[in-house]
């Protein structure tokens, strides 16, 4: 305090009376005692606007006319519509009001717990020391569930150096596996290929022995075979999604439709689809399985399959000509079965009547315009792709290869079997086992640099502040809600699993944290099963402080986007803190100043100049 | 998935996915117009289509033989005519008789004069076989028409003359200074009602007169069904018509005439297309049918949610109106005749062809009952119509703030954190609602507990704050005996029959299988009105209110998505003549259900969707269920404004629009003029994404907030207007026309409007921002721009091109405007706030305005509990003066005690030319120099008064000098 200041207080001291003692109370209300010493007279017994913009008469501060342009003349009346409105809340902690909350009939205990905004009509009779004490007990059980997660989270964070560092060593160890591997890829393939040249050289001596023409037969077509094969396995994939697809609309249009209306189109899709159905039933069960997969997971585990596929089909001619058949049966079959289906849910769409608003069927609607979009563009570009790598080239070699082939079998006569030396039995077994000894070491090679990538993906993306997600990434907590199961994996995947038939659609999976990654209290999954008439699903998933990991509730606050509330130690601070900072925080986030966003940064602005 | 998976050979040959890019992207919003009938789709509406044809075709090939009479007197083709000697005065009453040339049966024309001049034609068979549907009038007039004021016996004239081969009769009478008369010509007969000498409308005037009788059915089975008389079939439904034909239409002229407005509800233009033998026009009458369509159409004139058969006719001399008082289907032909500009040059007496406008009015029961209103201003018109429906009643005050409204907030924590959020923002509303999803699987009046645990403490969260809760009730009842509500219905037998009458009738809805509530019944009313008390609605409280939804009443598996009109009412009624006020008897259960559940009784809210003449007195009714688009944004206007034309005034559109997303501009622009609709709500579609106004973020957020914010300023604006309205049953939203009678440029003018007669908005409506906006400033008067006091010197047009935070809003020179500028969370919390009044100044430097409050909830203001202030500015001085209804009651004495702090902490003088220096309060006996600051922050003809703390319901002057 300046000794001016002094001065003026003790001066005002002797001329104390009851009406300066009112006119004091009237000028200070509202005022945060921060800057009680600008509500004084200046020399010219005027106010200043805090933002300097005007001088008023002192008598206008707080006469419920609003002059400063910040509001500052009036925090104690709703004259302004940005002022601040200060209340003592003594026994609790002061809190700070939007003013036009000031004398509007109603008590703001939230902030003001003594009542003293409605101070016009004395309608709010002071309640600090009851709330102050239910706060202060509240603070405390929030500290020590703080506390609790605190030590959680702590916990968890040791257990990830842990982690972080077994995992390295991990990866160190299965980078030099890797090196091995491949040098030990190599020696195979060598060797494969000189047993081959030698066959080869073999072959050309012996041209009528069958196993050589089979032989060479392989040598010639087995890779075009293989790429039509390959080829054929690629469309496959697209058509069973397809065939996915539509069975999933029918499905949901079976599940949901309001079976009161008694539509007649409806009636008959459904009676339709429950023929396909009855026909092959392992169809839906397929499609159910992997309704929950998002794009990224659908194509990791094609690829995974056409790995398999190119190991068990690719080694010989029998196999793959066997694959090819195969493919080119289910082919058939799925556009069978894609026509038939997309025929059922065409005719229910012009058949259905729209004024029932049954909304399980007018999504259908729309989910199959989508289809047919999706569709076109995935069949071009499956044509475009067949084309550039010369399918219709690919597919006379195959009929060529598959009429020698054919041949070949006729003529596969003990005679020409006896023609083979066992010299040339004796080289065709040892490639034999050369190519199986390649494939295999090949395969585990993928697998290996598949572990490999994955450890150091894991390693290198951001699992929170000091990897606190790193030991329970994966981990899966759900809730019971209703209809629904929800399940929820931490940093993976989220999915809702109806109790009525087990199905389960795939709420996404993790695509990062809150607020572009700066929120690690807020984990969102996106890129879920495609809902017919809305996005993609998806879910946030929004933490708080407690010891326990567990999912509170699950909102579908619009169309397929989900919201749940999730407790665990992620939320909570880092450190333990001592009392009155862990009630200081307590109370910043329950007790906020109540003013708009466009005065906030005004008045934080003053605060800060003073 | 295996490889080997099992595959089944086929022999079918692959089929390469043909036929389906054609189909592709039909997805764009459509309604399904083959599910709703045309005119030659409804019998009844076909035959008299075709009656009046041949008359034409009658009348032409009169005149092509050369007879002298043409299309401006009655045509001679007609069949009916008035029997002679038939005609005679009884009281306030011409009575007469009307007979066919071959059928020969009597009909009764009662021709009834009202004291306001207005006149009422009543039809109807003199003995029909079995009586005809008249309960109509019961439910519409008001006091069920037993109150109407009839012109005194003596001031009424009577004369016979015969002209030519036939004989017309005159009735005429004098009301404060307004001559009427009305001429009954017997043959062919026709009836032309004048003012001032002048003929105005007409009735029968091209003979389309043609009355169905009822009649037993012949035997012979050839006979069955011709022209659908007796049975009649649409798409898979057939109507029984057990009374066979009993339909009746007739053309009413408006002559000297250009422009007829109203008859909502449609989608069509504000002044009304022609609907035959123009290309621009529409190629089908005006329907009235309450009907749930689908996705409808713009610019059309299919039936939508309400019917209000009320048209007026407006020419820069007068305004004159037609109240069609019928609850059937009714359907509406509307053709013009140019003005021959030869025969009006010379003069030519008796021949001179003016320009007129035909219409051709054809419902299919009941009686004619008709109401001619002569005007001949606005305000006379509107003063003749409220006198027959009464206006709306000063509504509840909350009802008049922001509604903000989704299908669906999905439980109690949603509903509590949109509120917070508009705290958080800033945002005041007054109003959280909640659609069908809240309900215990579509029964109303109860909860779902999963979401709804706990709907009183929700509701007492809500009040807190100053906040209601609205949910919506439909009319649908769901069968189920283990259900209350349907149990009590069926057990009293409340519910509507089958056409056979030995069951009740079921049909499909939200819950499924579902039964209707014969509201003819008045104990079916009674009992419904008292589902509402808080004792039967388990988890309601005094501040949760009503919104009734389908309720035309929409049924899925019904004829045109509604009830099939064979069905049988109390009183063995059928459906078919009272559908349209179907959903108005509905709406008025729930008002009143609303209205005595506390005592002493407070003013209810109800929103209908399906409304007819006499709803305004229960509530407010929106348009239905429009889609996001720029198209739906513009016929936003022209909707409303149809509405207010037919005394529907407390309506308005969903702000956003229900189906689709609308983008953030759309969204915002919607908001800036959902602000001016009298019911201001938001509302969205389950399939839509959230769009709470801070839903898009900056710079929208802002810019809703302002536009909510500045409804909220106007608030004492807008209940004062509704306070005027109550008592002048004068529009609230008002097409141009009305204000600038003469001004024949503004007559078809649907973009600007009026909100009461002094603010003109010009709405944004199109997504290009940089197209410009072309206003037209009418009359001889200075405008204002509401935000920046610029000043237009009218008349005069100006093009304004404008960025997405402004509008164009313009307050005519002349007004006193209050304000409250005060922002809280919800209108109640305002009740003690000051008042700024805006005065900006006329040509003639007067300006005059009102203010009108009082609780905004209870009914004491009847008992003179209001304030009510004549505000006026002339010779520098403001004045304030109670008004002529302001009377000293006790009623009165307590609320001005409540009131006795509220005062004016502001007044903004606009449009001064040269500026004040001093101004001089007088209040009572104290007289006060204060403060006063010109050259304002916006303009320099602007001055501020610093807090003249008069108080509101004083009397005081303040001079300027």
Redesign the interface.
């Known amino acids: 305090m300046s000794l001016r200041s002094a001065l003026t207080l003790g001066l005002l001291a002797i001329h104390f009376s009851h009406a300066a003692q009112a006119q004091k109370e009237h000028t200070l209300r509202g005022v945060d005692p921060a800057r009680a010493h600008h509500y004084q007279p200046n020399a010219q017994g005027n106010f200043q606007c805090l933002d300097k913009s005007l001088d008023i008469p002192f008598a206008q501060v707080n006469?419920?006319?609003c002059?400063c342009p910040d509001g500052s003349d009036e925090p104690g009346t709703?004259?302004c519509?940005n002022a601040t409105f200060y209340c003592a809340n003594r026994g609790h902690i002061p809190g700070r009001l939007?003013s036009?909350?000031v004398?509007?009939?109603?008590c703001d205990y939230d902030v003001c717990c003594d009542g003293s905004d409605e101070w016009e009509s004395s309608i709010c009779p002071d309640r600090c020391a009851e709330m102050g004490s239910e706060h202060r007990r509240k603070a405390m059980e929030m500290e020590r569930v703080q506390r609790a997660g605190s030590q959680k989270r702590m916990e968890l964070i040791r257990e990830a150096k842990e982690l972080r560092q077994a995992k390295t060593k991990e990866l160190a160890q299965k980078d030099s596996e890797l090196a091995e591997l491949t040098a030990k890829v190599e020696n195979a393939e060598k060797r494969k290929l000189e047993l081959e040249e030698k066959q080869r050289v073999a072959n050309d001596a012996s041209e009528k022995s069958h196993e050589l023409r089979k032989q060479k037969l392989q040598d010639e077509y087995l890779g075009d075979m293989a790429g039509y094969r390959k080829l054929l396995g690629a469309e496959l994939h697209q058509l069973?999604a397809h065939r996915d697809t539509l069975v999933l609309m029918l499905r949901s249009v079976r599940e949901s439709h309001?079976?009161?209306?008694?539509d007649g189109a409806v009636i008959e899709a459904l009676d339709a689809y429950a023929k396909f159905v009855d026909a092959?039933p392992?169809i839906e069960q397929?499609a159910m399985e992997?309704a929950d997969e998002d794009d990224r997971a659908r194509r990791e585990r094609q690829q995974q399959?056409d790995r398999?596929?190119e190991a068990q089909d690719d080694i010989s001619v029998d196999a793959c000509k066997t694959?090819i058949e195969?493919f080119e049966?289910?082919?058939?079959?799925l556009?069978?079965d894609?026509?038939m289906l997309?025929g059922i849910l065409?005719k229910l769409r012009t058949g259905y009547?729209?004024?029932?608003?049954d909304?399980a069927v007018k999504a259908a609607d729309?989910g199959l315009?989508e289809f047919?979009?999706a569709?076109?563009s995935d069949?071009a570009e499956i044509a475009e792709h067949q084309e550039s790598n010369k399918i219709d080239t690919l597919r006379l070699r195959v009929q060529e290869a598959m009429a020698k082939h054919g041949e070949l079998g006729t003529s596969n006569s003990s005679e020409d079997h006896d023609e083979n030396g066992g010299n040339d039995s004796q080289l065709a077994e040892q490639l034999a086992s050369a190519r199986t000894e390649f494939w295999d070491l090949q395969s585990s090679l993928t697998r290996l640099n598949n572990e490999v990538s994955q450890l150091r993906e894991l390693l290198e993306r951001d699992l929170g502040p000091d990897d606190m997600y790193l030991a329970a990434k994966g981990a899966c907590y759900s809730l019971d809600a209703?209809e629904y199961t929800y399940e929820l994996c931490l940093l993976d995947r989220a999915s809702q699993i109806s109790k009525k038939d087990g199905s389960r659609q795939g709420l996404g999976s993790f695509d990062g944290f809150g607020d572009d990654s700066l929120d690690y209290t807020v984990l969102r999954f996106a890129h879920g099963t495609k809902c017919w008439?809305?996005p993609e699903r998806s879910i946030t998933a929004s933490f708080t402080c407690a010891e326990e990991i567990k999912v509170v509730s699950v909102?579908?606050?619009?169309?397929c986007e989900y919201s749940a509330k999730m407790t665990g130690p992620f939320a909570c601070p880092l450190a333990v803190l001592g009392e009155d900072e862990a009630q200081k925080e307590h109370v910043g986030d329950r007790v906020p100043v109540?003013?708009?966003?466009?005065q906030h940064s005004d008045a934080e602005r003053i605060h800060d100049e003073l | 998935m295996n490889l080997k998976s099992p595959f089944r050979t086929r022999t079918t040959a692959l089929f390469y996915f043909a036929a389906t890019a054609s189909l592709c992207l039909q997805g764009v919003l459509a309604v399904k117009k083959e599910d709703f009938k045309t005119c030659e789709q409804a019998a009844f509406c076909r035959r008299h289509r075709a009656f009046a044809d041949a008359i034409v075709q009658a009348s032409q090939s009169t005149i092509s033989k050369g007879s002298s009479s043409n299309l401006a007197v009655p045509s001679s083709a007609s069949p009916y005519i008035i029997t002679s000697k038939s005609v005679h005065l009884e009281g306030h009453t011409l009575v007469a008789t009307i007979l066919h040339d071959t059928d020969k049966v009597p009909l009764k024309l009662e021709v009834i004069f009202l004291a306001d001049g207005t006149v009422r034609i009543r039809l109807q068979e003199e003995n029909p076989l079995i009586p005809r549907f008249d309960e109509t009038q019961k439910h519409v007039l008001r006091d069920e028409g037993n109150t109407l004021e009839y012109a005194s016996a003596d001031s009424i004239g009577y004369s016979s003359e015969t002209a030519g081969q036939s004989v017309v009769h005159t009735v005429c009478y004098t009301k404060e200074g307004n001559n009427f008369a009305v001429r009954l010509t017997e043959f062919p007969w026709s009836l032309a009602y004048m003012q001032d000498n002048k003929v105005v409308i007409e009735i029968n005037h091209n003979g389309f007169f043609n009355f169905e009788h009822l009649r037993t059915k012949p035997d012979t089975s050839e006979t069955n069904g011709v022209e659908g008389e007796w049975e009649e079939t649409f798409r898979s439904w057939t109507d029984s018509k057990p009374r066979g034909p009993e339909s009746f239409g007739v053309d009413i002229r408006f002559n000297g005439y250009d422009h007829v407005y109203g008859i909502p509800e449609h989608s069509a233009s504000l002044s009304l297309k022609n609907t035959r033998g123009d290309k621009d026009g529409y190629g089908e009458p005006y329907r009235l049918w309450n009907l749930d369509v689908f996705e409808y159409e713009l610019d059309s004139p299919m039936a939508l949610y309400g019917s209000i058969p009320f048209m007026v006719a407006h020419n820069p001399n007068s305004t004159v109106g037609v109240f069609w008082l019928n609850a059937a289907e009714t359907w509406v032909d509307v053709t013009r005749e140019k003005s021959s500009t030869l025969s009006s040059l010379f003069r030519l007496s008796g021949s001179s062809k003016e320009q007129a406008v035909n219409t051709h009015w054809i419902s299919e029961s009941g009686i004619m009952d008709v109401f001619l209103m002569p005007g001949p201003s606005v305000s006379d018109l509107y003063k003749q119509y409220t006198a027959l429906v009464e206006s709306t009643p000063l509504p509840r005050e909350f009802a008049l703030g922001y509604h903000q409204c989704r299908w669906n907030y999905i439980d109690q924590d949603d509903v509590l954190a949109v509120s917070d959020k508009m705290h958080e923002h800033n945002i005041p509303y007054d109003v959280i609602w909640l659609d069908i999803e809240y309900t215990d699987g579509k029964r109303y009046f109860t909860w779902d507990s999963n979401n709804f645990p706990d709907p009183v403490a929700m509701q007492k969260q809500l009040s807190h704050d100053g906040h209601k809760l609205v949910v919506v009730i439909d009319p649908h009842i769901k069968h189920d005996s283990a259900y209350y509500v349907w149990k009590e219905g069926n057990e009293k037998e409340y519910f509507i029959k089958n056409k056979a009458k030995t069951d009740n009738y079921q049909g499909w809805c939200w819950p499924g299988e579902s039964n209707w509530v014969d509201y003819l019944d008045s104990n079916a009313m009674e009992w419904t009105s008292g589902l509402y008390h808080l004792d039967k609605f388990n988890g309601s409280t005094t501040d949760l209110f009503v919104w009734n939804d389908m309720n035309e009443p929409s049924i899925f598996n019904g004829p045109e998505i509604t009830i099939e009109r064979d069905l049988k009412h109390y009183g063995g009624w059928e459906h078919r003549d009272l559908h349209n006020i179907y959903g108005m008897l509905y709406h008025k259960a729930t008002y009143n259900g609303l209205r005595t559940r506390e005592s002493p009784n407070k003013r209810p809210f109800v929103l209908s969707r399906a409304y007819f003449a006499g709803s305004q007195r229960y509530g407010a009714i929106w348009t239905g269920d429009n889609a996001a688009s720029w198209d739906h944004l513009h016929a936003s206007v022209r909707m409303v404004l149809s509405n207010n034309i037919a005394g529907m005034h407390f309506s308005g559109a969903d702000v956003g629009g229900f189906f689709g997303n609308p983008e953030p501009e759309l969204l915002t622009r919607w908001y800036q003029l959902g602000i001016w609709y009298p019911f201001f709500r938001a509302h969205a579609h389950i399939d839509t994404k959230r769009r709470e106004p801070w839903v898009a973020g900056e710079p929208y957020l802002s810019i809703m907030r302002e536009a909510i914010l500045e409804r909220y300023r106007m608030l004492p604006h807008w209940y004062t207007l509704f306070r005027e309205t109550s008592l002048t049953g004068m529009p609230i939203a008002r097409p141009m026309w009305m204000e600038f009678p003469k001004d024949t440029g503004l007559f078809a003018e649907e973009r600007a409007f009026m909100v009461g007669s002094s603010i003109m908005v010009v709405p944004s409506t199109d997504p290009d921002i940089s197209k410009p906006i072309d206003v037209a400033f009418p009359s001889k008067e200075n405008w204002y721009d509401m935000h920046t006091y610029t000043s237009y010197f009218a008349p005069t047009k100006r093009q304004f091109t404008i960025d997405l935070a402004q509008t164009l809003v313009f307050v005519r020179g002349g007004s006193i405007i209050p304000t409250r500028e005060r922002q809280r969370r919800a209108s109640a919390l305002m009740k003690y706030d000051p008042f700024t009044l805006y005065v900006y100044v006329s040509r003639d430097g007067t300006a005059t305005g009102k203010l009108y409050l009082d609780d905004g909830e209870t009914y004491d203001y009847e008992e003179g509990a209001f304030i009510e202030r004549e505000l006026l500015f002339v010779d520098s001085r403001l004045s304030s003066r109670p008004s002529a209804h302001t009377v000293e009651t006790s009623a009165q004495r307590i609320f001005l005690e409540k009131m006795k702090k509220v005062r004016v902490e502001r007044v903004v003088i606009v449009g001064l030319r040269s500026p004040l220096t001093r101004a001089t309060v007088t209040e009572g006996d104290v007289v006060r120099e204060i403060e006063l600051s010109c050259g304002g922050s916006k303009a320099s003809s602007e001055c501020v008064v610093r807090d003249p703390a008069v108080l509101v319901s004083n009397d005081w002057e303040i001079a300027f000098s």
Do not use: Q
């Open positions: 006469d419920d006319y002059d709703s004259a519509n939007s036009t909350r004398n509007d009939g109603v069973r309001n079976k009161e209306y008694n092959s392992y397929a992997y399959m398999d596929n694959a195969i049966n289910e082919l058939e079959t556009n069978d894609i026509n997309f065409d009547d729209k004024n029932y608003h909304l729309v315009r047919e979009e569709r076109k069949l209703g008439n809305g909102s579908e606050p619009e169309k109540v003013d708009g966003p466009h």
